[in-house]
């Protein structure tokens, strides 16, 4: 489907909606098309092709609400889709604060192309995107008798949106991303290892073809044989990878719904101290080649650069158009887009130095946090450092606070980013942790 | 089911599948080789025996081994309570076919979102380029396999309008509101979906279903001089609208004004290595993340799992007995046949502790030279089918529930949990305790949440140490996770007994 043909069927359905008796609609027309490739024992395990597209519908119907999807475009149903979709939200209870944004916070157009998509990926032939997955085995098959399995992947896509609403709003957006990755399973005293190492990227020339089996390999071999160490409180360091599972959490809190359902343990603490001051967190959708860059969010709102922690105090939250009005808080942007850290100066082997008595955290294994106390406690796996120098893998621990004392506890944090998602996390030093193991 | 009478819309019902389904039976199938019923799942989606055997064709036309396609229609409705008003929903319609190719253990798979030949025969094509000969595809017969009937509907989703959901979601909140005065928010949804299915092979299997699947959820938040505490309660079958009753309404309400309540009282144990006591029914996601996963035949197969080497040998006491079972009636996890075609079975996995059984698909069965168990499941057509678990259970053993709490000296009691998880190689599990007490020589003390708790698979089915007689069911709204695709799942289990856990919380 190109973006005419798009948007001629979201003018088709917002116009049959109102036809119908909607007073306003939104709707969303998407399309994609991606592949993944696994080679395993120098053969393709997996060889899989999706193109799909997919619609969604945001209705209001005398001050009632509901939101639809649906795969299945053929005119007709389509059609008659709408129709059943209008006739049911009229069963609905009233909601006051139901109806599209005022259109002067609607992004206008015009603004810098922000490289979120890569045409040519579409073009790479499949046996070039198998020779790349069969790369990151070949560089480790054999080179190690520990070596039970090894499973290297390649995965791409491109996709591009319209959104269109009643009231004024319309403009595309397109995103593209390839990868290669490799997971790596040895067999050690005890349990079977497992690690794993993937390199992304949205801009095809911009893609890491080698050392990705090395480093999934060299991830694996470091965990061969973990131990458990005692209950106790240590320092934390927690790798940019694993950094943004505990943002998660965090992020959550400050949403304009977590807030108003009381799923929050960051109510009214604007402008507040919430973290330790060298957290400084910034919002910024306009990253050209980021991950999460856009010109507007999901309701077509114009999208700003905003700080979210400066120095630790929480400077936003992220409210969307319809909690800001119950909640009587001036909007600011549906979700985060891409979360710049400001840095710090050290790596994370120089972070590694700094610590007498500590455990460097590279996974967690599930866990939990109770949005409304910010009460977490996680599984974790990782190294044991003493004297500045990691000493051996550790496992079968949890770690355990509250998240509003935890952000406090953060004194360091990496020059490191995170680069192949949206939240580009460094690696971060907590003091003073509970950690449970023997 | 009769597939006829669906061909409306009825006004007021955010169901809206009647759009979808086309004529009423087509004159076409008469005369071929196909049962009515499985007639009209194929009128249903538009196509016809020659369809499917030409696709099939092309799928193997490079000289594969095996192809199946896996026609899917899905419509799913949600229905919301937020500030005492049903006041939003959703709907979708999911609609296509996957089509899967299989040389060995290797697979190629694509899909089609519409059933024009056109669509599906492109699809089947890319699918077939996972092998790489030239082969022609004689025709099998269509062996139909009839489901058996384990999701007895009285009264159809589809059947069922937006208003007839609205007085029991209302009532539900207003019994949650009387129930205690600290109550300051509940949000409630109320599910439902009815996927249509129909599976054909290139070895002649051809099957259908029609699988209902409902959740009600609810969410309360207390407030108690600034404190806040919330829990969820949910219940979840495959059943149709006769599901929700007075009754349900009822206990779900008491449910949700204790299980928010005594949260007041609770707080972090010690840290550290204890015995830990599971209560009968959700702790059955103790057997999901500690063994479960690891015994799905594709981790075993590739040599990743922990338990590759355990086939056959005693892995736990001889009172442990373990299944996965696709059977139970209405379950959430209950399945007429698989993603596969494969009729469901209850599996026995750990027989008196000993390893009896994998978990399997298609691929590994035939990997392992075994029957498959029927756990082949996909989360919908976009996605290839996997080895996965229906509902996992340990059965009854010897002890009783008072004599194993009786048993503990210094060690927690958990009954009620949020999520869990597992590494397959190190087989390191874990699982969020949201509730439990404190046992100190032999007594519950004082209630204790939001811990999470760790432990070493093999180990801690060895370290199984006491099994209950009052084995149960858990009806939760339990999803699995594996590979990015979510399946319904349940699971269940007597009170049990493991010598030695790793128990988050705070130190001295």
New interface residues.
Partial sequence: MNTNEKYEIADLVIKHAIKNGADEVAVAISDSASSHIEI?EK???????????GLSLSLYVQK?????????L?KD?LM??V???V?????????EF?YLPDSERYYKGGGEDLMTMDANINTLD?KSKIELARQAENEIFGTDERI??I?ASYDDSVSSDVFVTSNGFKGESNGSFAGISASV?IK?E?????DYWGEYCIHLDDLVKSGIGKKALERTIR?LD?R?IS???YLMLVDNLAAGNLMGPFISAIYGSSMY???SFLIGKANTKVASEILTIIDDPLLPKGFGSRHFDQEGINAVKREVIENGILKNYFIGTYYGRKLNLPPTTIGPSNLVFKSGDKDQAALVKSVKKGVLVTGF????C????G?????I?GFYIENGEIKYPV??????GNMKEFWNTLVAVGNDPYKFGSYLTPSMLFDNT????? | MNLKRREFIRLGGITVAGSMVIPSLLNSCKGNPVSETAASYMDHFEVTPEHLQKVLATALEKGADYADLYFEHTVSNATSLQDKKVNSAYSDITFGVGIRVLKGDQTGFAYAENTSMESMLRAARTAASIAESNSVWSPSTFNEIIPRALYNITTSWEDVVIKDKIPFITSLNDKIFAGDNRVTKVNISLSDSTTYILFYNSEGVLSWDYRPLTYIMARTVMEENGRLENAMVSQSYRKGFEFMTNDLVDSLASDAISKTSRLFEADKPKAGEMEVVMAAGSSGILLHEAMGHSFEADFNRKNTSIFSDKMGKKIAQDFVTVVDDGTLPGDRGALNIDDEGVPTEKTILVNNGTLTSYIHDRISAKFYNVKPTGNGRRQDFRNVPLPRMRSTYMENGPHKHDEIIASVKNGIYVEDFSNGQVNIGPGDFTFFVKFGYIIENGKLTKPIKDINIIGNGPQALADITMVADNQKIDYGTWTCGKDGQGVPVSMGLPTVKIRKLTVGGING
């Fill in positions: 395993r053969k393709i395990d997996r060889l899989q092709e999706s193109i799909s597209n009632k609400y509901s939101s639809h999807s649906t795969n299945h053929k149903d008659k889709f129709e059943g979709a006739a049911a939200t009229k069963y609905l209870s009233e909601d139901r499949p039970i399995s499973t399973s050690g005890t349990g079977r290892p497992q965990k973990p458990k209950s106790g409180k359902q009381k799923n294994n599930g866990g939990n109770n949005g409304s106390t009460d977490f406690s996680y599984g796996e496992n079968e621990m949890n770690i355990s509970d950690f449970s193991g023997l």
